[in-house]
């Protein structure tokens, strides 16, 4: 199959060749003819299956060949997406693809000065790209009309309510035209996700190229149990023993983000850090240093680190857990990309076995525990296994004192779970799943 024989129009053609693009990737055969035909779609798609082109080729194409002119402050085409640089990024792909075309693109959001934003949606833009918040922002000052919009994306959709835009999605819906063409694409599809796509998607196809909710098998993953005081110390040990040349670390909050990096930097390791409190300008310049291996470790946030698409990433850290099970498969997703095999190691501490539970029920599997020699933690994780399970050992009766002590210190034994066969959830995941048209949520954490 080439792109040729899904319908694509040459100038589209012209700019794949020079992309190097020669294969449709799965999720690619089945949406651009879908697209094509005018149908809405809901496509669930790991990060790395070509899912941007997947949506942008067609769309491009539609514009092109079908509807008006676009007039002053309208956008014909809008593609949503939960940050700032996810934005930065599909709008990038979106360019190259429409090299060849005669349309105007664009990309907005927050963070940065919205003067300029305004001043460039006057004479119109065929497509844009956009996070929901800065989009309101400008639909309310009248920079924006909707009147001509034939279609909108989602990308990212869990994530977007996942991150608390639910009541920014509602109000931007409200304001669409009703007859639209709808796409809905995610990683994951939590069932509340598609509850939700089917009332806003008319008779969609639904699109599914990889098992729901697994992660992806071309990425080895295990987990190091540890202190949780004594992570930034396991991850320099590990660090130097594996060599590490170049890694993604994923923490919690935006003040773990800061001080992991400032011990990094006190150690002298080349490292650098992104989250949401930073400048965009200062977010984008280490994620391009980054990419240029002129920073060896990035440390960031989810928020921060959506949906980047980095070349042949050979390992990510997950120095903390993240709260929300699915983000674990998106992390993870930034490694083991286009059938290159990567790596993800976690740091669990005792806090974290509610999470680490919800991530192997979620993915439907045990991950493999690994204990570093003089790492061993003094708070025991208890096991866990894919059914949710987290299997609390019975509490030793507590021994009379002696003098010496050592009550405390016995924390039984660690016993290896090992794989076990994916199982079906018999206990409700952590994570709550957020109800659309509630009240925002946290924005970034
Ligand atoms: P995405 O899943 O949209 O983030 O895409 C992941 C990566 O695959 C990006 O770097 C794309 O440029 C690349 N890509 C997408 N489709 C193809 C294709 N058909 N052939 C080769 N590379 C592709």
């Known amino acids: 199959m080439t792109f040729?024989?899904?319908?694509?129009?040459?100038?589209?053609?012209?700019?794949?060749?020079?992309?190097?693009?020669?294969?449709?990737?799965?999720?690619?055969?089945?949406?651009?003819?879908?697209?094509?035909?005018?149908?809405?779609?809901?496509?669930?798609?790991?990060?790395?299956?070509?899912?941007?082109?997947?949506?942008?080729?067609?769309?491009?194409?539609?514009?092109?060949?079908?509807?008006?002119?676009?007039?002053?402050?309208?956008?014909?085409?809008?593609?949503?997406?939960?940050?700032?640089?996810?934005?930065?990024?599909?709008?990038?792909?979106?360019?190259?693809?429409?090299?060849?075309?005669?349309?105007?693109?664009?990309?907005?959001?927050?963070?940065?000065?919205?003067?300029?934003?305004?001043?460039?949606?006057?004479?119109g833009v065929d497509l844009l790209v956009a996070t929901p918040g800065r989009l309101l922002d400008l639909f309310r000052q009248n920079a924006l009309k909707f009147n001509q919009l034939q279609t909108l994306v989602l990308d990212e959709a869990d994530r977007m309510l996942d991150l608390g835009f639910s009541?920014?999605?509602?109000?931007?819906?409200?304001?669409?035209?009703?007859?639209?063409?709808?796409?809905?694409?995610?990683?994951?599809?939590s069932d509340d996700i598609r509850l939700l796509a089917g009332q806003m998607l008319n008779d969609p196809l639904t699109i599914e190229v990889s098992p729901r909710n697994v992660a992806a098998n071309t990425v080895k993953q295990w987990v190091v149990t540890v202190d949780k005081k004594r992570k930034p110390?396991?991850?320099?040990?590990?660090?130097?023993?594996?060599?590490?040349?170049?890694?993604?670390v994923f923490a919690k909050t935006r003040n773990g983000v800061d001080a992991l990096v400032e011990k990094l930097q006190g150690l002298g390791i080349n490292a650098d850090g992104i989250h949401g409190d930073k400048p965009q300008a200062t977010r984008q310049r280490a994620l391009d240093r980054f990419k240029l291996s002129e920073v060896q470790i990035l440390v960031a946030t989810d928020v921060a680190a959506r949906g980047l698409d980095i070349e042949d990433l050979p390992l990510v850290v997950n120095f903390d857990l993240p709260i929300v099970a699915e983000d674990y498969i998106h992390r993870i997703g930034r490694t083991g990309r286009a059938g290159s095999t990567g790596e993800a190691i976690s740091l669990v501490c005792a806090d974290e076995v509610n999470l680490l539970s919800a991530i192997e029920m979620l993915t439907r599997q045990t991950l493999k525990r690994q204990n570093e020699p003089d790492f061993e933690p003094e708070h025991r994780v208890p096991d866990t296994d894919a059914s949710g399970q987290v299997i609390k050992k019975p509490k030793k009766p507590k021994k009379p004192k002696t003098?010496?002590?050592?009550?405390?210190?016995?924390?039984?034994?660690?016993?290896?779970?090992?794989?076990?066969?994916?199982?079906?959830?018999?206990?409700?995941?952590?994570?709550?799943?957020?109800?659309?048209?509630?009240?925002?949520?946290?924005?970034?954490?």
Do not use: C
């Open 4 to 123: 040729a024989t899904l319908g694509l129009i040459e100038p589209l053609l012209r700019s794949l060749e020079k992309l190097g693009y020669q294969t449709p990737t799965p999720v690619q055969a089945q949406a651009i003819p879908a697209v094509l035909a005018g149908r809405d779609l809901m496509a669930a798609a790991q990060t790395g299956t070509g899912k941007t082109a997947g949506f942008a080729l067609p769309l491009l194409q539609l514009l092109a060949m079908e509807g008006p002119k676009v007039t002053a402050n309208s956008v014909r085409a809008l593609i949503l997406v939960p940050t700032r640089e996810l934005a930065e990024q599909v709008h990038e792909a979106v360019r190259q693809y429409a090299e060849n075309l005669p349309l105007r693109t664009y990309a907005v959001y927050g963070g940065v000065s919205i003067n300029p934003q305004m001043m460039k949606l006057r004479s």
């Open 233 to 248: 110390e396991l991850f320099v040990h590990l660090m130097r023993k594996g060599k590490w040349k170049q890694v993604l």
């Open 167 to 189: 009541e920014e999605l509602a109000n931007i819906y409200r304001a669409l035209p009703k007859k639209r063409q709808t796409l809905l694409f995610s990683a994951t599809f």
């Open 403 to 445: 003098s010496g002590g050592g009550g405390k210190r016995n924390l039984g034994k660690w016993v290896d779970s090992g794989e076990v066969a994916p199982a079906e959830p018999s206990v409700k995941p952590v994570r709550k799943v957020p109800v659309f048209n509630t009240g925002p949520r946290k924005r970034k954490p």
